[in-house]
């Protein structure tokens, strides 16, 4: 891939937001998700973006663990493990949880692997924002 066509990319997208550069280069062009970590190297998040912590309800026990990504698509997710009542150890598998309205329903899969919690994050980075 040339720097010309990379930057003529860059132009045309130019003050577009994530979700609609990502929607534009991924559906409209069919531009797979390596070409466009070439484009833009820090837009698409992974699972290595999310930063664990305790998970914030303390009955779970001191081994369930959350992070969580917000999206300027107003779109988040959450990811989650490593408890009972939790559908993931925190290890090896995760639960995520994500809205699928904006009026507060939300979506959970469950015993997801660090790839395929990646793959559900750029599904949900690349929605169109919640009608209002």
Do not use: C
């Not at 130019?14 to 069919?30: H, M, R, T």
């Not at 994500?98 to 692997?113: A, N």
């Amino acid at each position: 891939m040339s720097d010309k066509l990379i930057e003529k990319i860059k132009s045309y997208l130019l003050g577009k937001p994530d979700y609609e550069k990502l929607d534009i280069l991924f559906n409209e062009n069919g531009f797979d998700v390596e070409f466009i970590k070439k484009v833009y190297p820090n837009l698409i998040k992974t699972f290595s973006d999310l930063k664990f912590k305790p998970h914030r309800n303390n009955w779970m026990g001191d081994k369930a663990v959350q992070a969580t990504l917000d999206f300027d698509n107003g779109h988040w997710i959450s990811v989650v493990g490593g408890a009972d009542g939790l559908y993931g150890d925190g290890t090896n598998t995760f639960e995520i949880g994500f809205p699928v309205s904006g009026e507060g329903d939300m979506d959970v899969i469950g015993y997801l692997s660090p790839e395929s919690i990646t793959e559900e994050i750029f599904k949900i980075q690349i929605k169109k924002p919640f009608k209002s």
